[in-house]
C-alpha cells in the first residue's frame, strides 16, 4: 500500500488486518450506520494531521512531518494483536488491568517488530510503535489529538445521521477527552492559537434533538451546513481525500431503520 507517498507495500497483509477490524465494535454500538474500520480510521488520522501541519510548523518548528505522517498510518497497529479495545473500557479499568493492557501491549510491539520490515523510510518500525503507545514526542502527541479528533467526528456522523447510541461517544469526546488532551499536552493547547477549525474549542449543541431530527446522510444532505465547524472540516476532509462514498453508504441499519427502508 501506499498512502500519501508512504510506501508500505513491504508490509504484507497489514493493511488487510487493520480493514478486518471494525471501529466501535461493541456491544453499546451495536448498530453503527457508516461503520469504517481501523484500516481507514488510520488512514483519516494522517489526513486530519495533513490538514493541520501548516499551523504545527509555525508553532513547533522542529516538529518532524515525516515521522508524525508515518506515525499516524501505523499508530493503531497493535489492535491487528491486541484487537479495538474501547476507550470507555479503558476509562474504566481498574490498576491492574492497565498493567494487563500495558504488557499485552508491550508484547505486541515486539511481535509486529519481528513480522515486519525492521524500517518504514528511515524510521524504525518499533521506534513508531513505541512512540504511539508511550506519547512522549510532540509528534506521537499531535497524531494522539487527530485521533481523538476522528472519534469525534465518525459519532457526531452517526448522531446527525439519526443513531442517538452514538451520543456517548460524541459527548465524551467533545467535553472531556479533547479538553482533557489540550490540558495535558501544552503542546497541543499551543496550537489553538489559530482559528483554523481543527485547532479550535469544539461547542456541540443538544445531540439528543440532533438525533430525533437525524436521517440517513445523503449527497445533498451533507451540503446543508451545521454549526458545528469542526464537523464541517471533518466531512470536507473526508470528501476531499476519500470522495463522498464513506459518508453517504450506509452499511447497518437499525430495527427502526429497517423499518423506515420498508415503507420508502
Known amino acids: 500500500m501506499i498512502e500519501s507517498g508512504i510506501d508500505l507495500r513491504e508490509f504484507k497483509g497489514r493493511q488487510e488486518a487493520l480493514e478486518k ?7 453499546y454500538w451495536d448498530v453503527m450506520f ?8 488510520s488512514r483519516r488520522v ?4 495533513d490538514d493541520i501541519l501548516e499551523h504545527i510548523r509555525e508553532v513547533h518548528p522542529r516538529f518532524d512531518d515525516s515521522f508524525a505522517r508515518i506515525l499516524a498510518l501505523v499508530h493503531d497497529d497493535l489492535e491487528i494483536i491486541t484487537g479495538d479495545v474501547q476507550l470507555y473500557r479503558k476509562e474504566s479499568m481498574t490498576d491492574i488491568e492497565r498493567r494487563v493492557l500495558n504488557d499485552a501491549e508491550t508484547t505486541a510491539i515486539n511481535q509486529l517488530a519481528t513480522r515486519w520490515p525492521k524500517k518504514i523510510n528511515r524510521y524504525e518500525y518499533q521506534e513508531l510503535l513505541l512512540a504511539a503507545k508511550e506519547k512522549k514526542r510532540v509528534e506521537a502527541k499531535v497524531v494522539s489529538y487527530c485521533d481523538k479528533l476522528d472519534g ?4 457526531l456522523h452517526e448522531v446527525f445521521a439519526g443513531n442517538g447510541k452514538f451520543m456517548r461517544p460524541a459527548n465524551n469526546y467533545a467535553l472531556r477527552r ?31 434533538e ?6 440517513p446522510h445523503t449527497r445533498e444532505s451533507l451540503q446543508v451546513p451545521t454549526d458545528i465547524s469542526f464537523y464541517e472540516r471533518w466531512k470536507a476532509v473526508t470528501i476531499t481525500r476519500a470522495g463522498i462514498g464513506p459518508l453517504v453508504e450506509q452499511k447497518e441499519y437499525g430495527k427502526f431503520r429497517q423499518k423506515d427502508r ?3
Do not use: M
Request: proline content about 8%; overall charge negative.
Open 152 to 155: 469525534l467526528g465518525e459519532s
Open 34 to 41: 457508516y461503520r469504517t474500520t481501523v484500516g481507514f480510521h
Open 178 to 208: 479533547i479538553p482533557a488532551l489540550v490540558e495535558e499536552f501544552p503542546e497541543i493547547a499551543l496550537l489553538y492559537g489559530s482559528k483554523h477549525p481543527l485547532l479550535s474549542n469544539i461547542t456541540i449543541p443538544d445531540l439528543a
Open 46 to 49: 494522517l489526513w486530519l494531521l
Open 262 to 264: 420498508n415503507d420508502e
Open 210 to 215: 440532533v438525533a430525533r431530527q437525524g436521517k
Open 21 to 27: 477490524i471494525p471501529r466501535f465494535y461493541d456491544k
